[in-house]
Nanobody, 120 residues
Framework: QVQLVESGGGLVQPGGSLRLSCAAS????????MGWLRQAPGKEREFVAA????????YYGDSVKGRFTISRDVAKNTVYLQMNSLKFEATDVYYC?????????????WGEGTQVTVSS
């Protein structure tokens, strides 16, 4: 079992920045790829970013490339999502996910989500 706990969401103005954190715990947590997806009410979850178990490879959704950065502290089993130049449409619940293989909508483990609101 892997447990994921997100933090760092909140209210930010357009053009601002936020950093999300996701701490993983569990016997094999360090073996898992981790990442972020987001979801607005009534919509499917959208892939945001992911990184491999060692943090060496990163992947991004097209809508966030160049503005969001995912990183991983292997020693702490924590993944970070630095979000810059935030737009109104980034308002969503952001979920941390972990999977042995590919992080996506069918990931094996999920956090409870953290709300990000972009508003003036």
């Amino acid at each position: 079992q892997v447990q994921l706990v997100e933090s760092g969401g909140g209210l930010v103005q357009p053009g601002g920045s936020l950093r999300l954190s996701c701490a993983a715990s569990g016997r094999s947590a360090s073996d898992y790829s981790m990442g972020w997806l987001r979801q607005a009410p009534g919509k499917e979850r959208e892939f945001v970013a992911a990184t491999t178990w060692n943090g060496e490879n990163t992947y991004y959704g097209d809508s966030v490339k160049g503005r969001f950065t995912i990183s991983r502290d292997v020693a702490k089993n924590t993944v970070y999502l630095q979000m810059n130049s935030l737009k109104f449409e980034a308002t969503d619940v952001y979920y941390c996910a972990a999977d042995k293989f590919v992080v996506g909508g069918q990931s094996e483990y999920w956090g409870e989500g953290t709300q990000v609101t972009v508003s003036s």
